[in-house]
C-alpha cells in the first residue's frame, strides 16, 4: 500500500474522510442550519466552528476531481459511463424512494417530478432531486459529462492538467465578471448552485492527483494548483457569507475563506498519502459505503423525523443525537444490503445495454482495474 499507483491502489484513508464529511454536512444541517431557517425547533450551535461544516460538500468535490480522474485513466468510455451510472444509480433509488414514501405518509414529501428526476439521474442537471442534499449532484454530473465526453474524444491522461485549467478559468472569469457586472452574469439565476461556483474545487481534485500520483511536479502543473486554490478560497468566503446572510449571522472576512479551503486541503493530502492495515482498510471502506445514502437522506427526511418526534414525544430531550443515529444506521443497511444487491443489476443491464448497441469504442490502453471500478 506504499505505491501511489492509481491503477492498484485503494486509498483508503479517502473512505473515512468522505464518513467524515458526510457526518459533519449532517451535523451542520441538524445544529446551525436548520435551526437557523426554523426547519428544527431548538437553538443553534455555534462551538466547534459548526458554521462552516457546511464545506465539506467543497471537500467532497476536491475528492471527486481525484478519484473520478484515477477512475477515467486507462478505462474505455463506456466502462467509465457504466461506473458512473452504478455508482450514482442505486442508492439514488433506495433514497429517493424513502424520502418519498415517508415523506408521503408523514405529510411533507417531496414532488413526484423531483423524485422521478432522482430516478433517472440526468434529470437532476436541471430540476432538484427528492431532498434537498441533491444540489450537489448536479454538478457531479455535469463533471462527469466533461470527462466522458473527453475520454470519447482524446486521451484523459493527456487532458486532465487542460481540463483543470478550462474550468478554473472559467471560474476565475465568472469572479471578475460578477464583480464588474454584478451576480448572475453567466445564468446563475437558472439554478441556486451555479456551476461556475465550484468548479475549482473538481480542478483542485485533478491537479492534486497529478502532482500525488501522476508525479507530475512542475511548473504548469503547480500554476494551475494555486489558480484553484485562489479562486476556492475566495468562493469559501463568498459562500460563508452568502450563507451567513440568508441565517442572519455575522459576515466572515477573506482570511476565513482562505482557513476554511487550507484545512480541507491539507486534510485531503494527508489522507490520501496515508496508509492502514487491511483490518482498519476494512473499517474505512464499511464507513466510505455509508457516507454516500447518508448523504441524500439526511436532510429533509431528517428535519421531518425530528419535527415528528418533537411533536409526539416532546422537546424536553434533544432527539437530534438519536435522529443522527438512525441515519447512520439507515444509510449502512442501504450501503451494505441493498445498494450491492442493486448494482449488480445495474450494471448487468447497462452492461447488456450498452454491447447491443455496439458501445464499445476504447481510447484507453486497457482495461485495468482502478479505484473508480469500485468507488
Not at 424520502?99 to 442537471?125: D, E, K, M, N
Amino acid at each position: 500500500m506504499t505505491s501511489m499507483n492509481a491503477t492498484h491502489k485503494r486509498f483508503d484513508c479517502l473512505e473515512i474522510l468522505r464518513f467524515v464529511l458526510a457526518f459533519m454536512t449532517m451535523t451542520w444541517h441538524y445544529y446551525y442550519f436548520g435551526p437557523m431557517i426554523g426547519a428544527v425547533a431548538g437553538p443553534a450551535a455555534h462551538a466547534f466552528a459548526i458554521r462552516y461544516f457546511s464545506f465539506s460538500v467543497e471537500i467532497f468535490f476536491i475528492i471527486s476531481g481525484f478519484i473520478i480522474t484515477a477512475s477515467a485513466i486507462n478505462r474505455r468510455p463506456v466502462d467509465f459511463l457504466i461506473g458512473r451510472v452504478v455508482r450514482l444509480g442505486p442508492c439514488l433509488l433506495v433514497c429517493a424512494t424513502l424520502s418519498f414514501v415517508v415523506g408521503l405518509l408523514l405529510g411533507h414529501g417531496p414532488t413526484p417530478l423531483s423524485y422521478v428526476a432522482s430516478l433517472f439521474i440526468v434529470p437532476l442537471v436541471w430540476t432538484n432531486g427528492a431532498d434537498w442534499s441533491y444540489w450537489s449532484l448536479r454538478l457531479e454530473i455535469v463533471f462527469y459529462a466533461v470527462v466522458f465526453l473527453t475520454m470519447c474524444v482524446g486521451s484523459i491522461k493527456k487532458s486532465v492538467i487542460w481540463i483543470a485549467l478550462l474550468m478554473t478559468s472559467y471560474d476565475a472569469v465568472s469572479i471578475v465578471a460578477e464583480k464588474l457586472f454584478g451576480d448572475d452574469v453567466f445564468g446563475a439565476a437558472l439554478t441556486q448552485y451555479p456551476l461556475e461556483r465550484y468548479l475549482s474545487f473538481f480542478s483542485i481534485g485533478m491537479v492534486l492527483y497529478l502532482i500525488l500520483v501522476g508525479k507530475k511536479r512542475n511548473i504548469a502543473t503547480f500554476s494551475v494548483l494555486l489558480l484553484a486554490l485562489a479562486a476556492g478560497a475566495f468562493r469559501c468566503y463568498e459562500d460563508a457569507n452568502r450563507i451567513a446572510k440568508l441565517v442572519g449571522d455575522t459576515p466572515v472576512s477573506v482570511l476565513s475563506g482562505v482557513s476554511i479551503l487550507a484545512v480541507g486541503v491539507v486534510a485531503f493530502v494527508l489522507l490520501v498519502r496515508g496508509t492502514t492495515n487491511p483490518r482498519v482498510a476494512s473499517v474505512f471502506s464499511v464507513l466510505g459505503r455509508i457516507s454516500y445514502p447518508l448523504y441524500l437522506i439526511h436532510q429533509n427526511l431528517g428535519y421531518l423525523m425530528i419535527r415528528v418526534i418533537n411533536a409526539k414525544a416532546g422537546d424536553a430531550i434533544d432527539w437530534r443525537p438519536f435522529v443522527m443515529a438512525g441515519m447512520v444506521v439507515t444509510a449502512g443497511a442501504i450501503a451494505l444490503y441493498v445498494e450491492p444487491v442493486l448494482a449488480t443489476y445495474y450494471r448487468r443491464y447497462l452492461s447488456s445495454a450498452a454491447s447491443s448497441a455496439g458501445l464499445v469504442w476504447a481510447r484507453a490502453s486497457g482495461s485495468k482495474r482502478s479505484y473508480g471500478d469500485v468507488d
